[in-house]
């Protein structure tokens, strides 16, 4: 298993320019994360998704989007970047119900100038 | 609005002494508790978890306590090697519908540094 997998691992954008994250977990788990992580700060929770075809906000959710169309892919859009989300962005998955453990993968270094 | 907070923010110890890292949150509602571990430039990684029905909880050389009363837990690592400097992230659950799923709060870290 590859776990919990994304694409890309850098990118640099211009400010006002678009783009894509995309997040694949190989296990079968219901529910899906995305999560940034700034120095000081932890881990701040975006948008999740408890299921294909469901996306909800979290704690940060300006200035992004999410999409959950397979169950095993979930993607975090950013129509008009800005230099406040210059950041690492995680995702993480895990298998719903009474299962609480959240696994991540090796993120997506984002710095927008 | 609920919040986790970590301490120490930096913590540097001799390999073979312990490390403790304690954290406090404001949520009565949360019912679970991870320990994450992030080396550099990776993401992080679960090693250890509560719940609230458990005081305490060991795997080899880390446990971790709970204090629902106080609302604090704490991360104990024993004998400590220079592979265990790493980021270490608390974190606290808690509800947010009744579909089951649980939103995690974290702390802000703890950088650990374990000199041989």
């Known amino acids: 298993n590859a776990g919990v997998t994304q694409t890309p691992k850098f990118r640099v954008l211009k400010t006002g320019q678009s783009m894509t994250l995309l997040c694949a977990q190989d296990m079968n788990h219901e529910y899906m994360y995305w999560y940034r992580q700034d120095p000081g700060m932890g881990l701040r929770l975006i948008h999740y998704s408890v299921g294909e075809g469901t996306t909800a906000k979290g704690e940060v959710p300006d200035g992004y989007n999410v999409s959950r169309l397979k169950k095993q892919n979930f993607l975090l859009g950013l129509e008009s970047a800005a230099p406040s989300q210059t950041s690492v962005y995680f995702c993480?998955?895990?298998?719903?119900?009474?299962?609480?453990?959240?696994?991540f993968g090796p993120g997506t270094r984002l710095t927008v100038t | 609005g609920e919040n986790v907070e970590q301490h120490p923010s930096t913590l540097s110890v001799q390999e073979g002494d312990s490390a403790v890292i304690k954290c406090t949150y404001s949520d009565s509602a949360s019912n679970y508790f991870p320990w994450y571990k992030q080396e550099l430039g990776k993401g992080p990684q679960l090693i250890i978890d509560?719940?609230?029905?458990?005081g305490e909880k060991k795997d080899q050389r880390i446990a971790v306590t709970l204090n629902k009363t106080a609302k604090h837990f704490s991360l104990h690592i024993t004998e400590t090697q220079p592979e265990d400097s790493a980021v270490y992230f608390c974190?606290?659950?808690?509800?947010?519908?009744?579909?089951?799923?649980?939103?995690?709060?974290f702390g802000a870290g703890t950088r650990l540094a374990v000199h041989p």
């Open positions: 974190a606290a659950s808690s509800t947010v519908f009744s579909g089951g799923y649980n939103k995690l709060i």
């Open positions: 993480a998955s895990s298998l719903g119900g009474n299962s609480y453990e959240q696994y």
């Open positions: 509560i719940r609230s029905n458990v």
